[in-house]
């Protein structure tokens, strides 16, 4: 009996924490990408997550990312991010997904949009360093939540979330193709890169 108990506690044990790893190894972009562990996120390490993040989104591996891949990918954002379950993510479910940490979400209320003429990365870099820090990344996302909660109730619902995805994934497709490139994809992320100087 005693042995059947341990091996339940263990099994049990066993699901929770890989449960739990699970969540962690999903839960942020921000933590993934900084692959130098010094706490800022730079263009490069950025760059490189994205790659990275790309290929997994291509969900039949034919190294383009359509439009309704993209948005079957955010599904999975949303039921990584709803750590509860509940069917809703709340502002601190969500920042904690993209960054790792909540930090001050809560007291976001202004919201950030998106469209073509910056990128999240541009909108994140408040101090113009060219490294995204944790606070930076937290007032960004909160931001994006304040923006995707259409109902303004605080609980963001997976409609509500995939309907605006739809639109994101055609704006990020630059020319209206339905594939969004790996080109494409950065420029959502990262902006366009700037021509190099003539000599």
Known sequence: MKKFMLMSIFVSLSIVLSLGYGIVQAQSLFEKADANKDGVVTKAEMKKALADRYKNEDGNKDGKLTVNEYVQARQKNFDAADTNKDGVVIVEEWVVYWCGTAGDAAKVKEPVTMDRKSSRSQRMDTG?????????????WAGRFVD??????G???????????QGMAEMMDLDGDGIITI????????GKEKAPAKK
């Open 155 to 165: 609980k963001m619902t997976r409609d509500e979330y995939l309907n605006r995805m």
């Open 183 to 190: 080109e494409e994809y950065y420029i959502s992320w990262l």
């Open 148 to 153: 995707l909660d259409d109902s303004k109730d």
């Open 128 to 140: 113009k360093d060219g490294k995204i820090q944790p606070n930076e990344c937290v007032a960004f």
